[in-house]
């Protein structure tokens, strides 16, 4: 996808409508996925299924071969850094998280998540600096928005 239909995703995410906004959400979110093609997307249906499973180990060790295969495959280490997450290894996740932004700056699901290991850890400051920079590309999320507000009480 080249770089005018990705802005003009971006722009749609800014939309008073929700319609046009969860359009562009789940049609970024399709990009990112596919990033890699058919065979990429299957290996993260398939870490996912083994998530599901609680087959933890396995998913995480496929993951992992496919982002030592293909490091600039953002949406492997955004899905690791979800695994991370759910096992509460927020320092990890953060890392995987970190990596996705490098890769795809406008990455809102890694920022969130990034958000969230932070404000597991205590460090409030830090979650808000990341909820906050997924609202600047996502500013009609009330999840983040929520999160900025829960972060802020938690700081007085």
């Known amino acids: ?30 990009i990112w996925f596919q990033q890699k093609g058919v065979v990429g997307f299957e290996l993260l249906q398939r870490s996912q299924v083994m998530l599901q499973a609680g087959e933890i180990a396995q998913a995480e060790e496929l993951l992992t071969e496919l982002i030592d295969t293909q490091p600039d495959f953002a949406e ?9 997450f759910t096992q509460g290894y927020y320092q990890e996740a953060i890392a995987d998280c970190e990596m996705v932004i490098k890769l795809n700056p406008i990455h ?35 999840e983040n928005q929520r999160l900025v507000l829960e972060c802020t009480a938690r700081l007085s």
Request: positive net charge.
């Open 108 to 142: 809102f699901g890694a920022l969130h998540g990034m958000g969230l290991c932070h404000a597991a850890l205590g460090d409030y400051r830090a979650a808000i600096q990341a909820f906050r920079r997924a609202l600047e590309i996502q500013p009609y999320s009330v």
């Open 1 to 30: 996808m080249d770089k005018s239909s990705i802005n003009a995703l971006l722009e749609a995410l800014k939309n008073p409508a929700e319609a046009v906004r969860q359009r562009a959400t789940e049609e970024l979110w399709r």
């Open 76 to 84: 492997a280490w955004n899905r690791r850094a979800v695994l991370y």
